[in-house]
C-alpha cells in the first residue's frame, strides 16, 4: 500500500515536470510565431530600397528577442527529445551601432530565469555584417565576451553567427546561434530570435 502511494506521488511528480516542460515549449513556439506575424504585419515588401538605404553606417539598432540555450552535453548528443527537454527559454533585449555599413559593435542581455539574477548573461561584440545586394538579407558574424550572473558566475568569450533580413531602413527580424565558453564552467550554447529596430 504504501508503495503504490509512493509510485502514485513520484508519477504525479513527473507528470508535473513534464507538463512545465511542455508549457515552455509552447511559450516559445507561441514567441517565434508573434514575431513571424508580426514581421509579416510590418511589411514583406522592401522593393525600391537598395542596400545602402536597408543597412546604414552610423546605424543604431534596438533588438527585442527571445531565447534559448543548451549546455554541453546537449550540444554533444544532439537530438530532438534532449533539445526538447533541456532547453532553457527567456527573453532578451540589445542595442548596437554600426560605424560603416559592415562593421559595428553590440551589447545584448538577456534572462532565462526569473527564481535567480534578473539578468543570467551580458556580453559585447564586434559585428561584421554581408548585405547580399538589395535582398534585403545580411548574414553576420559576431565574437566578443561578457559575463554571467546566473548558475555559475563566470566571465566567458562567444563567437556566433546570424542572419537579419529589413522589411524596411527601419525594421527587421533576425535570427542568431553563438557558442559561450566561460572560464571555469562548461561550454553552452545560446540561440535568440526576434525583431530589430533601426534609427
Known sequence: MEQAGQRQVLSGHVRNKNAKRIMRINRAIAGTGLVLATTGAL????????SAALYRESELSVDACGSASVGRYTLDHLS?????????VGAGVGLNYFFTQMIGIGGDVYSENTSGAFIDSASANLILRFPLGDSGFAPYAFG??????DGAEAWFAQVGGGLEYRFTPHVGAFVDARWVVPDEAKYYGVARLGLRFAF
Open 80 to 88: 530532438g527529445s534532449r533539445i526538447r527537454n533541456n532547453t532553457r
Open 144 to 149: 566578443g565576451g561578457g559575463h554571467q550572473f
Open 43 to 50: 511589411g514583406a515588401d522592401n522593393h525600391g530600397y537598395t
